[in-house]
Nanobody, 128 residues
Framework: QVQLVESGGGLVQAGGSLRLSCAASGRTFSNCVLGWFRQAPGKEREFVAAVNSRDGNTYYADSAKGRFTISRDNAKNTVYLQMNSLKPEDTAAYFC?????????????????????WGQGTQVTVSS
């Protein structure tokens, strides 16, 4: 069993930055893909970024490229999402997720069905 706990959300002005953290317990991250998704009210949950804990390979949604950076610290069992140049349309609840049975093709990790475990989310609000 894996427990994921997100933190770091909050209210920020447009153009500002936030760093989200997701701490995992229950197993190590030695061979997982860890992802970040977000969900705005009334919208589907959408992919943001993913990282392979073993080799550091990353994958981003187009909306995140150039502004967001996903990273992991295996020693701390923590994955991060550094978000810069935030826009009001980035406002959403942000969720981390763990895929404990990765296949080697990180593109599949853009889909919610690829993940076994989910955190409860942290709210990010970007004011204009």
């Amino acid at each position: 069993q894996v427990q994921l706990v997100e933190s770091g959300g909050g209210l920020v002005q447009a153009g500002g930055s936030l760093r989200l953290s997701c701490a995992a317990s229950g197993r190590t991250f030695s061979n997982c893909v860890l992802g970040w998704f977000r969900q705005a009210p009334g919208k589907e949950r959408e992919f943001v970024a993913a990282v392979n804990s073993r080799d550091g390979n990353t994958y981003y949604a187009d909306s995140a490229k150039g502004r967001f950076t996903i990273s992991r610290d295996n020693a701390k069992n923590t994955v991060y999402l550094q978000m810069n140049s935030l826009k009001p349309e980035d406002t959403a609840a942000y969720f981390c997720a763990a895929d404990t049975r990765p296949t080697g093709y990180i593109g599949r990790n853009a889909y919610t069905w690829a993940y076994d475990y989910w955190g409860q989310g942290t709210q990010v609000t970007v004011s204009s």
